[in-house]
């Protein structure tokens, strides 16, 4: 692949269609105390979505920034998700349905809470209307269900996948490793949680058309790593075609998924994870979610400890906030 077409695609990607949710950067933070307290070899730095300035946050608000921007443009009124009880980007489209003038229907696996709690809670001050179902195999014909009785009545609605991961929703991460590149040299490594694999994909896509060769580890909170390499590999496969380009452009860059703290399941702690929340809190004040940023934290001062010095390691941290409050 010639540069001067991910140079093109470069340029398509940062002039993208793009909802305007926050008015500032995410900031990078070093972790000097974690270092020290591990103690690491390298310069250890986090990437913090968390702080993004649109509805708490997250590595969500990137992915809906150009996924609700589509929809609006297609005349959408209502937009329509799922995910578990405590979804986090549940709460973010719901925050973009209300920011951009539209209602918001959240399709749940899960039990109502006899009092709401975290992202729940947010979901509903934000307006949205919450259906319930039993299991995640019935989200998917609950949401086009409800899609189809408002279109009977003569909304517009629009269906956005588990967690905006589209190829357009991970185009919003390759913008933030953009953001990133504009600031920051290329670290050695970037940690991240992985679960319906947008972020790993965008991060993957962003590093290629930056010219990082930066690698990317992507932490399961459930999927297997077959499972998950085969979501990020068609994930990359449709950010080549949105940006016009061989389909197999992000292959090289190879897809690394660590399994290793999915313990009991999807939103179950393990141990190592509960020992990082409470490390990385104490040494640098930062909070972690249990479903996600815990168990990348735990991977990632694995490879810190592990790190030689002039290393870079960065950690992104994906927010969720709210669920470590539920």
């Given at each position: ?15 993208w269609p ?13 972790l ?38 589509a929809a ?18 549940a ?9 951009l ?5 959240l ?7 006899d ?6 809670r ?26 189809d009785?408002?279109?009977?009545r003569?909304?517009h609605?629009?269906?956005v ?9 991970a ?26 694999g ?36 068609a ?9 016009a ?22 939103g ?32 990632f001062?694995?490879?810190?400890r592990?790190s ?19």
């Amino acid at each position: 692949m010639a540069h001067r077409d991910l140079d093109r695609a470069r340029s398509q990607l940062e002039s993208w269609p793009c909802a305007r949710l926050c008015h500032a950067a995410s900031p990078v933070h070093e972790l000097p105390e974690l270092a020290r307290r591990l103690p690491a070899a390298a310069t250890l730095v986090a990437k913090r979505d968390d702080l993004l300035t649109f509805g708490f946050g997250g590595n969500k608000v990137r992915k809906m920034a150009l996924v609700a921007e589509a929809a609006r443009r297609e005349g959408a009124d209502t937009l329509i998700t799922t995910g578990g009880a405590q979804s986090n980007h549940a709460r973010v489209t719901a925050a973009v349905a209300a920011h951009l003038g539209m209602r918001c229907v959240l399709v749940l696996n899960g039990a109502p809470a006899d009092t709401l709690t975290g992202n729940a809670r947010l979901s509903s001050i934000l307006g949205a209307q919450t259906f319930f179902v039993g299991s995640r195999e019935e989200r998917a014909p609950a949401m086009e269900a409800v899609a189809d009785d408002l279109r009977s009545r003569g909304r517009h609605p629009v269906i956005v996948p588990l967690g905006a991961s589209t190829p357009l929703g991970a185009l919003g991460m390759a913008l933030g490793l953009l953001e990133l590149a504009a600031v920051q040299p290329p670290p050695d490594l970037i940690v991240c949680s992985s679960s319906s694999g947008g972020t790993q994909a965008g991060l993957i896509a962003g590093c290629r058309l930056a010219g990082w060769t930066t690698r990317i580890v992507g932490v399961s909170a459930d999927e297997s790593a077959e499972r998950l390499t085969d979501i990020v590999r068609a994930l990359l496969e449709g950010i080549a075609g949105l940006l016009a380009l061989e389909p197999d452009v992000f292959a090289g860059a190879g897809i690394e998924v660590d399994t290793a703290e999915i313990g009991d399941g999807y939103g179950i702690p393990t141990a190592r994870s509960t020992d990082a929340t409470a490390l990385v809190a104490a040494a640098e004040g930062m909070f972690l979610d249990p479903t996600y940023t815990a168990k990348a934290m735990a991977a990632f001062l694995d490879r810190a400890r592990a790190s030689k010095a002039g290393e870079r390691l960065l950690f992104w941290h994906t927010g969720g906030l709210p669920g470590l409050l539920a």
